[in-house]
């Protein structure tokens, strides 16, 4: 059994090896001022523990540790492998990656290390267990972080020789590989694992093929580099994490994920995690559904269960092209945000501002002035003092949902890397569109991998599942079998799990389940637009909503038509369809449409399977809710910059910020808060 984390944790990054020793009592007052129960450390500071191979320098963090227990105030201990000292570096070079141009990389950045190299796992291993070993039996040690942000890849020719063999234990024989690979196209066959070539800008992926994204000659080589690589991240993480469970098998593991970050299939590292956790940096124009969308992309990491933000800044970010300043209420609102998708904790980078280098400029608890009276200080200081009284309640609270949404990463790589219908194909946005048309009704979404099991959602919409396997196949159609909805779009169900293409007519894998055939696919130009116009007889859709980007030419084999295009030669062919299927219903949507067509399809399909709002509130008001044993907890946030209205249901709620009683009519002010707590039977 692993600790349970047992309170709401509020703090962040700590560094204090960048600042003299007689910085850190005032550290101690500061983080006291604001609440902060909790700080991450030593994230980046291999360099100062281990000074030469055979030296180990650990003084100046027993005494971080002495004056962090002395305080009452819980550590997050990272292991510092993300960087690598330079000592290292320059004797075992080999550590160092090779990157897709086939340059091996100089020392001097972070995450900057070959991530199969062998001395790099034994020097990490090594320094993650000096670290269990030194601070196992301190009682503010909570968690465990390892490295820091995974994703470099590396195609260095010790990476290649792992990959041969990685491909031996996924395919057996050479003769699988090639029927695999589809090798006899440019005469590619392989005659030996020794031909086996990773795919780089000087082997088989084409840089910026598509704007800024690569191609490549072979998508299966692709594909299966990054699935490789993905693994090599895994057991990287595993072997640090053997060496800690050595001595405190009972403390949890995380290393910080960053939502959507296309190199690492998450659902795949998040395996082995005992807390999944991730960095939440949008920028000032994300709109709220996507933060949302990866919030809960992050819940679905963890199973369903809560999980923790790991960082956001307070205030601006260094690295952007514009680094803006959230406005007022912005930091406690997404904040908020996070704590309503399932996040037990809100932390930040960083503690104090760096003087020196790229993050110099980068927001921190605080700032370069000094102290705390400061707009964002106070703002700290707010949202410190309130979490400090929220119900430890919560934190054994989970999200519940009735709606899925299927995303998977080899399929966003298969879909990206393909060499047509476009350029414009885009996973992240096509999945982030299903999901805000729930989002904005207040519909909770589970965000769910290909391997999750289906049964007991109402919905599942698997937005552009170029790629599947028979088993996902198979299960999907169960699902619909026994009743469920199931929502799927363009260039879906085309290809295997190999990306070759499933013969019979597209879409090979859901033809039968969706009751109809797409014969061509038309990938249109950015000034070439289409509409999607609703049909005669049917009560789904109602206008007419313009559409691009795709249009498959579509033949109905069963499938009911609900609207047809507008334009061109296949002007009134089917653009949206809906099968019955066993007990339930299958729908296609043939184009990428505006918001106004998801929004009026998601809603009509979410009246068919009597899926309510949360709560009825005015546009731009998210409103989630956590349920724990006995009580409720909901959440509605503001995202407006002006004020709003809503009825609370009857009954009896209360304020969980306030500890008052609350009912009848709430204004909420722009951008504030309300958390409520409803007693609740089962
Ligand atoms: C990442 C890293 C941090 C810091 C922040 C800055 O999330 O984990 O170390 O660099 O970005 O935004
Ligand atoms: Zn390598």
């Known amino acids: 059994m692993k600790k349970e984390i047992t309170e709401f944790l509020y703090g962040g990054d700590y560094n204090p090896d960048q600042w003299p020793e007689d910085v850190w009592e005032n550290d101690i007052a500061l983080m006291k001022e604001l609440n902060v129960n909790t700080v991450t450390l030593p994230v980046f500071s291999w360099a100062n523990l281990q000074p030469a191979e055979d030296q180990f320098n650990f003084g100046w963090l027993d005494k971080v540790m002495d004056l962090l227990l002395a305080n009452q105030i819980n550590v997050i201990m990272a292991t510092p492998t993300a960087a690598q000292p330079a000592w290292m570096s320059r004797k075992y070079p080999e550590m160092l990656p090779v990157d897709a141009q086939g340059r091996r990389h100089k020392h001097g950045a972070r995450t900057n290390f070959c991530v199969n190299s062998p001395d790099y796992r034994r020097f990490s291993g090594q320094i993650a267990a000096k670290m269990a070993e030194r601070y196992q039996s301190y009682p503010n040690l909570i968690l465990w972080h390892i490295s820091n942000e995974y994703g470099t890849y590396c195609y260095c020719d010790h990476c290649a020789q792992k990959f041969r063999e990685w491909l031996q234990k996924r395919y057996g024989s050479i003769e699988n590989l090639n029927h695999a690979w589809y090798t006899n196209f440019w ?18 992926l084409i840089p910026n093929a598509f704007g800024n994204r690569d191609g490549a000659t072979n998508q299966s080589v692709a594909v299966d580099y990054n699935r490789f690589m993905s693994d090599s991240f895994l057991s990287c993480m595993e072997n640090e994490m053997a ?17 959507t970050f296309k190199p690492i299939d998450y659902f795949r590292l998040s395996e082995a995690l005992d807390y999944v956790s991730w960095d939440n940096y949008p920028s000032i124009h994300d709109p709220a559904s996507l933060i949302a969308f990866k919030h809960d992309l992050t819940r679905g990491l963890a199973k369903g269960k809560p999980f923790l933000l790991m960082e956001q800044t307070p205030n601006q970010q260094n690295w952007q092209p514009y680094n803006t300043l959230k406005r007022p209420g912005v930091m406690r609102l997404w904040s908020y945000q996070a704590v309503a998708h399932g996040a037990n904790s809100v932390l930040f980078f960083q503690w104090r501002q760096s003087l020196g280098a790229c993050e110099k400029y980068h927001a921190a608890m605080v700032p370069h002035a000094g102290h705390l009276n400061t707009r964002i200080g106070r703002e700290l200081k707010e949202l410190g003092d309130e979490l400090a009284t929220l119900d430890n309640g919560l934190l054994q609270a989970t999200n519940r949902a009735k709606v899925a949404i299927l995303f998977d990463w080899p399929n966003w790589w298969a879909a990206e890397y393909s060499s047509g219908p476009s350029k414009d194909i885009n996973y992240v946005r096509i999945v982030h569109n299903y ?8 519909i909770p979404v589970d965000v769910v991998s290909a391997q999750a099991d289906l049964v007991g959602y109402d919905i599942v919409v698997a937005p552009m ?4 396997s028979a088993d996902l196949a198979a299960r999907i159609k169960q699902f619909v079998t026994d009743g469920g909805v199931f929502v799927t779009t363009y260039f879906s169900g085309i290809a295997n799990e190999n990306d070759l293409v499933i013969t019979g007519g597209y879409p090979g894998a859901f033809r039968d389940l969706l009751g109809i055939w797409v014969e061509e696919t038309d990938a249109l130009s950015p000034e070439m637009r289409n509409a ?21 030419v579509i033949h109905t084999e069963g499938a009911k038509v609900l609207a047809t295009f507008g334009q061109d030669f296949y002007a009134g062919q089917p653009a949206v369809t809906e099968n019955q299927y066993g007990q339930g219903r299958a729908y296609y949507v043939a184009t990428d449409s505006e918001e106004a067509l998801l929004d009026e399809l998601m809603g009509s399909i ?11 509130v005015p546009e731009g008001v998210e409103v989630t809710r956590r349920y724990a044993d006995g009580a409720a907890f909901t959440f509605v946030l503001n995202h407006n910059a002006t004020e709003t209205t809503f009825s609370l249901p009857d009954g009896e709620h209360t304020d969980a910020l306030r500890q008052a009683p609350i009912s009848g009519d709430i204004t909420l002010k722009g951008r504030d808060v309300l958390i409520f707590c409803t007693q609740i039977k089962g």
């Open 465 to 468: 599942l170029y790629m599947t």
């Open 435 to 442: 999901y805000r048309a729930f989002y904005k009704q207040n």
């Open 532 to 552: 999607v116009v609703a049909a005669d007889g049917q009560n789904v859709l109602s206008g007419s909503y313009d559409c691009g980007i795709i249009c498959d």
């Open 187 to 204: 005469g590619h066959t392989l005659y030996d694992w020794e031909d086996v070539v990773p795919p780089s800008h000087i082997s088989s």
């Open 243 to 259: 060496q800690i469970r050595k001595f405190t098998p009972d403390i949890p593991i995380t290393t910080n994920l960053m939502g």
């Open 606 to 616: 979410c009246k068919l399977v009597q899926q309510e709002p949360v709560l009825a």
